[in-house]
């Protein structure tokens, strides 16, 4: 048992000196191809979460003209309080101008153009209402009325803006699928390539392997090895990179971190999850691979 | 031994190798199979170790239909037998020792055992000296006596020879002759394809002739013709 463990890893490194160069090709590409699929998975979540949040939390934001009067204000929240049964009043929150123009601030910190637009002075303050009615078009109802109340500038419905991010959300989750399984196959196809050649520079040797009666799982184990090991090499590669744009990524959105933009990270246990799922990918992808491969040239 | 009953193999619809061909080789004899190129004298021994398997009629090796082999006993099919070739068939990446080793470590032999029975083998075909070298290093006859080495180190049953002293000179090949009456006459089977006038007329053994896929003489004792 041990010579033949000792055997098959012997033979597997040195295939691996011998293809240096489409042994590199075969594990970038399923590194790369790799790593779109754990983008794939993270992305989803983040939007995952941010939906689950937003769904959970402010459906409905009331805008208070800037020129207001506090006694226009308080009518509004009086109003608001009256609904105990369509909101949840105690989750109700009022941003003044400042923590308005505060939030704002982060929310277009990458858009300096629209910032320039708003002071202090002329941003809206708001009212951030959390419904509790299951039926939508209770809330919207409402939002209705409160269209019509002096002071309010505008009612806006959290539902649209969720509704064009699930939108954009699925898309990005076919795209990204897609373009994961098609790299995901051209990966399997250079390790199939391979191992292909790696055989046929042997194929003397395995002839003699078959007629002193090696059996076929004996001359193929070293082969799959190798695609096996392709593929994980790759998976490792593909964590690497996932883990630095994860941080890159959590590092960015860490800005944001008290608007509903902190959704958008991925908690560090899912990444782990993906990446051992990125591993497990690769090293099966590289030993079916290697092994369809090996069983094709082993008819002697 | 080995027993072919109405064997018939074609490669194509105009190419028949063999047809109907029946005969039998008891336990330890050494039998050479002669006729033209194209005769059927490799496809023989290649049905013999199940690389082609017969359209009509079945071959029996110990005692076995080996037509009805599945596929994953063919390689303990031919862990019973040797191979020998015309051009050897040796690894040229490998030294001697590591070509007789291979033959072993294929097939799970633990280390100690290959360490014990390689040198046995090399010294018993005359090649202990020089298990360090590579095949290009090698004379022709040298290299025969590798694979013959290669062949034999597993003590199999049955010895299988296509041409071994095709390449060789007269006097190489007479060698190499005697070499595997030594190994005939430690009770291995030998069925050997030859066209080489000389060393069957030499041996004596019986033989075994073929004319277009079909058994035109088989004779105790015989000469080329």
Redesign the interface.
């Known amino acids: 048992m041990l010579a033949r463990i000792s055997y098959a890893l012997r033979e597997t490194f040195a295939s691996l000196r011998r293809n240096v160069t489409l042994t590199a090709a075969a594990i970038v590409t399923s590194a790369v191809s790799l790593l779109l699929v754990g983008s794939t998975f993270l992305i989803q979540r983040a939007f995952d979460n941010l939906l689950t949040r937003w769904k959970g939390d402010v459906e409905l934001i009331v805008y208070i003209r800037s020129d207001a009067s506090v006694e226009q204000i308080q009518l509004v929240e009086d109003a608001l309080r009256s609904q105990p049964s369509v909101i949840d009043v105690d989750r109700l929150r009022y941003l003044d101008q400042a923590e308005s123009y505060a939030e704002a601030e982060k929310l277009f910190a990458g858009d300096p153009g629209t910032l320039r637009l708003l002071t202090p002075e002329n941003i809206p303050s708001q009212f951030k209402v959390v419904p509790i009615a299951e039926d939508s078009s209770l809330v919207r109802e409402l939002g209705e009325q409160f269209r019509q109340l002096a002071g309010v500038k505008e009612v806006a419905y959290a539902q649209d803006v969720f509704d064009v991010v699930s939108r954009v959300s699925q898309f990005i989750r076919v795209a990204t699928t897609a373009m994961s399984i098609i790299l995901l196959v051209v990966a399997v196809g250079l390790i199939w390539n391979t191992i292909r050649t790696a055989m046929f520079a042997r194929r003397r040797e395995i002839e003699v392997m078959k007629l002193v009666g090696a059996t076929n799982w004996f001359i193929r184990i070293p082969f799959m090895l190798e695609g096996l090991l392709q593929g994980l090499i790759g998976g490792v590669l593909a964590c690497g990179g996932l883990w630095g744009l994860n941080s890159a990524w959590s590092g960015a959105v860490d800005d944001f971190n008290d608007t509903e933009l902190a959704a958008l990270v991925v908690s560090d246990g899912y990444v782990s999850g993906v990446m051992l799922v990125l591993l497990l990918i690769g090293a099966l992808a590289g030993a079916v691979g290697s092994g369809i491969a090996a069983s094709r040239f082993l008819d002697v | 031994m080995i027993r072919l009953e109405n064997v018939t193999k074609s490669y194509s619809a105009e190419v028949t190798a063999l047809r109907d061909v029946s005969f039998e080789i008891p336990k330890g004899e050494f039998v050479f199979l002669v006729g033209p190129s194209g005769s059927g004298k490799s496809t023989l021994l290649r049905l013999m170790?199940r690389?082609e398997v017969p359209e009509k009629g079945s071959v029996w090796v110990a005692g076995k239909n080996i037509n009805d082999l599945p596929?994953?006993k063919i390689?303990?099919?031919?862990?019973s037998m040797?191979?020998i070739f015309q051009d050897y068939?040796l690894?040229l990446n490998k030294t001697v020792f590591e070509n007789v080793a291979?033959?072993l470590?294929?097939?799970?032999?633990?280390?100690h055992v290959i360490r014990q029975q390689v040198p046995a083998v090399l010294e018993l075909v005359g090649l202990a000296d020089k298990s360090d070298r590579f095949p290009h290093q090698l004379s022709g006859g040298e290299q025969q006596r590798v694979s013959i080495a290669?062949?034999f180190v597993?003590r199999p049953l049955i010895l299988l020879a296509d041409e071994p002293t095709g390449n060789l000179d007269p006097t190489t090949g007479e060698g190499i002759m005697r070499l595997l009456e030594r190994i005939n006459s430690t009770g291995t089977t030998v069925v050997m394809a030859t066209h080489d006038t000389r060393v069957v007329n030499m041996m004596r053994r019986r033989v075994v002739q073929l004319d277009r896929g079909i058994i035109v003489r088989d004779q105790e004792r015989g000469v080329y013709d």
Do not use: D, H
Not at chain 2, 105 to 111: A, C, L, Q, S, T
């Open positions: 170790n690389q596929e994953s390689p303990f099919l031919r862990r040797g191979n068939k690894l291979f033959a470590e294929v097939i799970g032999r633990p280390r290669r062949a597993n």
